[in-house]
């Protein structure tokens, strides 16, 4: 059964696609099959996967039911990684979307319709907000990994877009559940980071994965030659801790 995933944070700058792009390449080396789909306007985890954008055949054209998800998907230098890449044009998709009865529903129908049975995983990698893009990830996922920059005011965050997933549960997506929060940027030897680890374990409990994120220079210098972080630099902290987070979402 393919596990759809929506990665999500409503802030920018919190690690999101990072976390696609390097959890979905470390899901693979585990012989799974991962798609990426970038749903993005910003289209960062497409240029970090090594692709360039796609003006027809990518994730617009798959959400209006032009081009079939098989025409629209490309494989990565990852084996077992695949991708339908974004573009900038998505942000006239959300405009088209507003004006569309069930305009929540595109991405679902268009999952619905396609074969997804070759991939283990699914990683939606959403924009930084709550508008009709992300809606239509959350509603076509089964769950949701929330990325959680160690300050405080990323928990003030959380809790809105927490409130924001329970919403649509109970509208659109019954199924919805959140996967887990992976706390980034995180460095142990700030107490502000140590801190917010604390009040983030006491208020979310098991649904915290245990592996934390890093602040890594090799995690941050990836995205710019085009690879996730375990093709640029194996044996970097970033590339360890993504390794693990995968482990989690497999034992999950």
């Known amino acids: 059964m393919t596990r759809i995933l929506a990665v999500a944070n409503q802030k920018g700058g919190v690690g999101k696609t990072t976390t696609v792009i390097n959890l979905g390449a470390s899901i693979a080396v585990h ?11 910003q289209a960062n985890a497409t240029s970090g996967l090594g692709s360039e954008e796609a003006d027809v055949y990518g ?70 907000s709550l508008g009709l893009l992300t809606i239509n990830a959350l509603v076509a996922a089964d769950g949701v990994i929330l990325t959680v920059q160690s300050e405080y005011y990323a928990l003030e965050g959380l809790s809105h877009l927490v409130d924001t997933i329970n919403r649509i549960k109970a509208h659109w997506n019954r199924a919805l559940s959140i996967f887990g929060v992976v706390l980034t940027m995180y460095d142990k030897r700030l107490r502000l980071s140590r801190e917010v680890e604390e009040e983030a374990n006491e208020f979310l409990g098991d649904v915290l994965f245990k592996t934390r994120i890093p602040r890594n220079v090799r995690l941050s210098e990836a995205p710019s030659f085009g690879k996730p972080v375990i093709l640029y630099d194996a044996f970097s902290s970033g590339a360890r801790s993504y390794m693990s987070l995968a482990r989690e979402v497999l034992a999950r």
């Open 31 to 41: 012989n799974k099959e991962v798609l990426v789909i970038d749903l993005d306007p």
């Open 59 to 128: 994730v617009h054209s798959f959400i209006s039911g032009e081009h079939s998800l098989e025409e629209c998907t490309v494989k990565t230098e990852v084996e077992g990684l695949y991708l339908v890449r974004g573009a900038r044009h998505l942000a006239g998709t959300e405009i088209e979307l507003a004006s569309q009865e069930h305009r929540e529903f595109f991405l679902t129908e268009s999952l619905s319709a396609s074969n997804l049975s070759k991939y283990d995983y699914v990683l939606i990698d959403c924009p930084p």
